[in-house]
């Protein structure tokens, strides 16, 4: 096998379905990193924001522009040399097949819970609404992540802190700026 299997990352999904603390654990994993953190809704094209606003249902028509728009800016942050981690649901495989395009040096991070505790979660989350049935329907949608996509996957029934470090461990991230660390796993 090629050092490419050991290619340090310069992107990270963090993915899962609502409420799963995307931005929570993004936010905290690209601090401790001092990587870049990017929402992935920022890159919504008009046209989706529109119609979120208006309550419509997102087609996967809709979502594909959308999707190559963070494919595209990882690639720029990425040949910039730089570093960045990017909070987006990526339910299906295809959303992420879009996302790494192949890219070994991007790598998802899946947040695994149960509808149960993110219900909780979410129930108690300040300044959002939660229209009935969307978590299940998240769930619904949800694949995860196969063993060829790579993929880091977590616990989210832990604190913030140790799930932050729970990710940095499995990518072999050492010290803040992720020095590499090579596994012979
Ligand atoms: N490990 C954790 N322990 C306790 N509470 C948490 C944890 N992670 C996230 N939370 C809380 O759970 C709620 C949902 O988290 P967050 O908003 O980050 O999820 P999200 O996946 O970004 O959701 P959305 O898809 O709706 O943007 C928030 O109130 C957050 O503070
Ligand atoms: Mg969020």
């Not at 595209?72 to 960045?84: K, M, P, T």
């Not at 990526?90 to 879009?98: G, T």
């Not at 790579?150 to 700026?177: C, F, H, K, W, Y």
Request: proline share 5%; glycine share 8%.
């Amino acid at each position: 096998m090629s050092d490419e299997a050991f290619e340090t990352p310069c992107a990270l999904i963090v993915m899962g379905v609502s409420g799963s603390g995307k931005s929570t654990i993004a936010v905290r994993l690209a601090e401790r990193l001092s990587w870049t953190f990017e929402d992935g809704d920022r890159f919504h094209p008009a046209s989706n924001v529109a119609k979120m606003s208006a309550g419509q249902p997102l087609t996967d028509e809709d979502r594909w522009p959308w999707l190559q728009a963070i494919a595209d800016e990882i690639d720029r942050v990425c040949q910039a040399g730089g570093h960045v981690v990017i909070a987006c649901s990526a339910l299906k495989r295809a959303y992420r097949h879009v996302l790494a395009h192949g890219r070994r040096d991007v790598r998802i991070v899946f947040l695994r819970g149960t509808q149960f505790l993110i219900a909780d979660r979410l129930a108690r989350r300040k300044g959002h609404f939660m229209p009935p049935g969307l978590l299940e329907s998240q769930f619904k949608t949800l694949e995860p992540p196969a063993a060829d996509e790579n993929p880091v996957t977590v616990s989210i029934d832990a604190s913030v802190e140790t799930i932050v470090e729970d990710i940095v461990r499995q990518l072999g991230l050492g010290a803040a700026g992720g020095v590499p660390r090579r596994s012979s796993t």
